[in-house]
């Protein structure tokens, strides 16, 4: 296993990527086509800025991405049509994110691990169904989002969610992913217009569909 993550650490450096996160994003747009030229992409969480450098890249000059985290980001190298903010999106609307609506929503955002698998997923599970709660803000009908979380008891209940938000909501783990890490990307396609939307119980938190308990995870949990 160490010798498949050295590749892509190497990979990264070879192709001036700020960390082999770039190819989990690039799996996923090659894969469920998530990235197209001139888009406007949102990209939350943003720091170390590689999944920024692969959506600059793929949308184009005539695309943008803004990338937002509440840590500094290196502007040096990075595309021409990344704008940064070292902000709390929680405090960020459209006007404040450069005034026009995204065609597509990235989060690669993680809370802190603390070494807890429990505590550490349904932290997970609150960033993803607080970005839930924004994208119809944010996000144009038809529009895409991908977002990073730590499976768990509550992950299909997120899934379920998703699905009545967009046309499509799947679940994927990038190749560039390590196999014993609990992180999977939940990929949606095509934003429903507002009054096509379900979300009679939007957090999915009063009704848990059971899944069978997983054994605490080995060294990787925040990969």
């Not at 296993?1 to 050295?6: A, E, F, S, T």
């Not at 990075?78 to 989060?107: C, K, Q, W, Y």
């Not at 014993?180 to 009704?207: K, T």
Request: with cysteine; hydrophobic share 35%; glycine share 10%.
């Amino acid at each position: 296993m160490r010798d498949v993550q050295d590749h892509w650490f190497r990979q990264a450096k070879r192709e001036g990527y700020r960390s082999r996160a770039a190819f989990k994003l690039t799996d996923i747009d090659d894969r469920k086509r998530i990235l197209s030229k001139g888009d406007r992409v949102l990209d939350c969480g943003a720091a170390p800025g590689s999944w920024s450098q692969v959506a600059g890249r793929r949308v184009g000059r005539r695309g943008s991405v803004v990338a937002v985290d509440l840590k500094p980001i290196d502007p040096s190298g990075l595309p021409e049509n990344v704008t940064l903010h070292e902000a709390d999106l929680r405090e960020m609307d459209l006007e404040t994110l450069g005034g026009g609506i995204f065609d597509v929503v990235l989060s690669d955002m993680a809370p802190d691990t603390t070494g807890d698998p429990f505590g550490d997923h349904h932290r997970s599970i609150r960033l993803c169904n607080d970005l839930l709660d924004r994208v119809p803000e944010w996000l144009r009908p038809g529009g895409n989002l991908v977002m990073k979380v730590f499976e768990g008891e509550a992950y299909r209940d997120l899934l379920l969610r998703a699905g009545r938000m967009f046309e499509r909501a799947k679940g994927f783990k990038p190749v560039a992913s390590r196999g014993e890490s609990v992180e999977m990307f939940v990929v949606c396609n095509g934003l429903r217009p507002a009054e096509d939307r379900d979300e009679e119980d939007p957090g999915g938190s009063e009704e848990m569909i059971p899944v069978p308990p997983r054994p605490k995870p080995p060294p990787g949990w925040n990969d």
